[in-house]
């Protein structure tokens, strides 16, 4: 009962537009090289590894197995496949990370401070590389300029940074706009920067794992990792050897691991749902926020009450399971029940209220005539059409299901069935009535864009209470209860569910806890892999 990205095809388009200011990074920049070697060698005595050299023809057996795509590049800041996606994230670390409760973590980072829109990162000496080089700021520097450029997959995330500076071992990043938030985006890979290094070999990493290097130094084995013995983090994970396969499809997978020939898959659903899973599993939030978009120069809709029993009708958790098969959970306000900081504020419980559905109708002078629909006392009747694109399924699930429970109280919907684009230049526009759609939330949970006009996610006027503690909230004048009080009350958009993606593991392996989207391996030092797994025990 209650309400607050548009995603895929259907969500993305649309923050692409909202987001078409210049994106600001280092894309038609040269790395200056000469400059960052001499801090370098200033710095430190650089000792490359010379002894983790691997015969690989004498690893018979490994301790995990993950899929991969052999086509696809290892490069962190541009590889396709979520396959790849998801090693890159054993091979590299980055300065913060977030954490299975959006809350942040330190990794190379050893302290961030905030002085409105500049940001200084302090970076943790004594950090090499798998390689035996240290880490140092020219490599933050440096993996900025690549995760900055259009190519990148970190390109939006990192557009409002514009400029990245370094001295000794503090690293300074310029934002565009001040957000209290913003260093939560800083949680790109970082990578070593090397001017000779060979180009077509992947980037050297810091992270847990590495490729094993061939015992004659020639080209390193990309479908062997072998653990780091260099990281950073004094608790080693148990794990010392995975062997990557490639597999042509998601089922195929998922029936690999129930067969125990391989350990671990991470999807977010966007294939489709795995069904039947005969392995254990955990859900991922990926804070992917469907939500109910109002036009509030509509009359009706102009009318909180009316806003506020479209809430109350709607049940988030039916929602979540029409729509998603329960692979989704229900609003219980503008953000994620996952994160702590902001969920004990919110005061939705994921179920409906017939009853004060119709009492804030009856205030406003609606009631029910014979056809079951409400109407005032001049005839304007509560029917609304509702945008939904056709060619997502789940969207069509999740519309029908607020069509039906909205029907309960007496409030007409008519879906009208329409192409991403067409659902994108008619939100932008303002022309409906009310339309459902998927936001992709980024690290910092900006979820401005939903409340405030000329963004194209919003129209009618402006909700003044929301935008006004948002902007403090932002800007660290004021608090996230104060935001979410004044959302509550003035509710500009209504949340539904956020979508949640899902890791299949093989049950030898065991340990597996909390994990997000982001940090697919989370507490991995907590992992033990079995020769004899325990029984399936699949979460809930």
């Known amino acids: 009962m209650y309400a607050p990205r548009i995603i895929p095809r259907l969500v993305a388009a649309l923050l692409a537009a909202a987001m078409l200011c210049a994106a600001i990074g280092c894309e038609d920049q040269q790395y200056d090289w000469d400059a960052a070697e001499e801090r370098r060698s200033q710095l430190y005595h650089t000792s490359l590894d010379t002894d983790s050299k691997v015969d690989v023809s004498r690893i018979t057996d490994t301790d995990m197995t993950l899929p991969y795509a052999s086509g696809d590049s290892f490069n962190p800041y541009t590889c396709q496949s979520t396959l790849t996606r998801n090693i890159c994230y054993l091979l590299y670390d980055s300065m913060i990370q977030i954490t299975p409760d959006f809350e942040v973590e330190y990794v190379i980072a050893k302290s961030v401070k905030i002085d409105h829109t500049i940001i200084h990162v302090q970076i943790r000496s004594g950090i090499v590389f798998s390689n035996g080089a240290p880490l140092t700021a020219d490599d933050i520097s440096y993996s900025y300029y690549l995760a900055s450029r259009k190519e990148s997959c970190y390109y939006q995330q990192l557009k409002d940074v514009t400029s990245c500076s370094v001295k000794g071992m503090t690293v300074t990043f310029m934002m565009k706009n001040e957000h209290i938030n913003s260093f ?51 608790e080693k994970v148990s794990v010392e050897t995975i062997s990557l396969k490639e597999y042509p499809t998601v089922e195929s997978i998922v029936h690999s691991i129930e067969i125990g020939t391989v350990s671990y898959l991470y999807t977010d659903m966007r294939d489709g749902t795995p069904k039947n899973v005969n392995a254990n599993y955990r859900k991922v939030d990926i804070n992917h926020l469907l939500f109910l978009g109002m036009n509030t120069n509509d009359t009706s809709l102009a009318d909180e009450n009316v806003r506020h029993a479209i809430s109350y009708a709607i049940s988030t958790n039916e929602v979540a399971a029409a729509g998603f098969g329960g ?44 056809n079951g629909i409400r109407e005032d006392q001049s005839g304007k009747q509560l029917s609304f059409n509702l945008l939904v694109c056709r060619k997502n399924a789940r969207h069509m699930a999740a519309a029908e299901s607020v069509k039906n429970q909205l029907a309960l109280v007496g409030i007409h919907v008519d879906i009208t069935e329409i192409s991403g684009n067409g659902l994108i230049k008619r939100a932008s526009e303002g022309k409906y009535h009310l339309y459902l759609a998927e936001y992709s939330v980024q690290n910092d949970m900006d979820i401005g864009a939903l409340f405030t006009p000329e963004q194209g996610l919003y129209n009618g006027p402006v909700p003044y209470d929301s935008v006004r503690t948002y902007t403090n909230y932002r800007l660290g004048l004021g ?38 989207k982001d940090q697919l391996f989370y507490n991995m030092q907590q992992w033990k892999v079995t020769k004899t797994g325990p029984s399936s025990e699949k979460e809930q």
């Open 184 to 234: 939560r985006l800083l949680d790109f890979p970082i990578v070593h920067y090397d001017p000779n290094a060979d180009k077509n070999l992947p980037h050297i990493g810091s992270g847990r794992f590495k490729f094993a290097t061939l015992q004659d130094g020639k080209t390193p084995d990309k479908t062997l990792l072998i653990r780091n013995n260099k990281w950073y983090n004094p």
């Open 479 to 516: 608090s996230l209860e104060d935001f979410i009080t004044s959302f509550e009350g003035e509710l500009p958009f209504i949340p539904l569910c956020y979508r949640m993606g899902m890791a299949v593991y093989a049950r030898s392996l065991e340990g597996v806890g909390n994990i997000c």
């Open 327 to 370: 692979m989704a959970l229900g609003a219980t306000g503008p953000f994620t029940p996952n994160w702590k900081a902001a969920a004990k504020y919110q005061t939705g419980s994921g179920r409906s209220s017939i009853n004060l559905a119709q009492d804030a109708l009856d205030q406003s002078g609606y009631v029910i005539v014979n």
